[in-house]
């Protein structure tokens, strides 16, 4: 399998510069989540590989396990856009190699996450190129049970994956 990775750091990044008002936790009945516009991640997907899935630094919520790379929205930004955005910041995901097959939300009325799912139309290698990540990885479909997913990912990933299918 191909992968990169660093050393993982068990502190968060010092953070310089303005903040976007999007990075800020939300809570509600249904538990605290990050992204007060809502979240959304890119589900690629390389029928050569398998999909990306990033392990998440220990600082992180749920740090420690497998997911996607993704994050909090921006104000205004649509959740494509968004989950496109974060891929390449977080993992290289070039927009002009994949294609968008289908989005799947979780609407919890407070908070939203959206899963953009994509084919990858032309292979890239995976960068890390911020400190939320440990590792990425391209892991073939029918291994992705075996990882320890985090718990939004897992609860998605059965229904993902037919969708794939």
Not at 119 to 143: H, Q
């Amino acid at each position: 399998m191909d992968h990169a990775s660093v050393a993982s750091s068990s502190t968060p990044p010092v953070r310089t510069g303005p903040r976007n008002p999007g990075d800020a936790w939300v809570e509600g009945d249904r538990g605290r989540f990050w992204g007060r516009f809502g979240a959304a991640g890119v589900l690629a997907w390389d029928p050569a590989r398998g999909v990306l899935l990033q392990h998440r630094a220990v600082w992180s919520h749920n740090g420690g396990t497998w997911g996607l790379p993704g994050g909090a929205l921006h104000e205004g930004e649509d959740a494509v856009t968004g989950a496109l955005r974060e891929a390449h910041e977080e993992a290289a995901v070039p927009q002009d190699s994949v294609e968008v097959l289908f989005t799947s939300v979780l609407d919890l009325g407070y908070w939203s996450y959206t899963t953009v799912a994509v084919r990858v139309l032309e292979p890239f290698e995976p960068v890390i190129s911020d400190p939320e990540s440990i590792e990425l990885l391209w892991v073939p479909v029918a291994e992705v049970d075996g990882m320890e997913l985090h718990p939004g990912f897992a609860a998605a990933w059965p229904a993902l994956r037919e969708r794939l299918a």
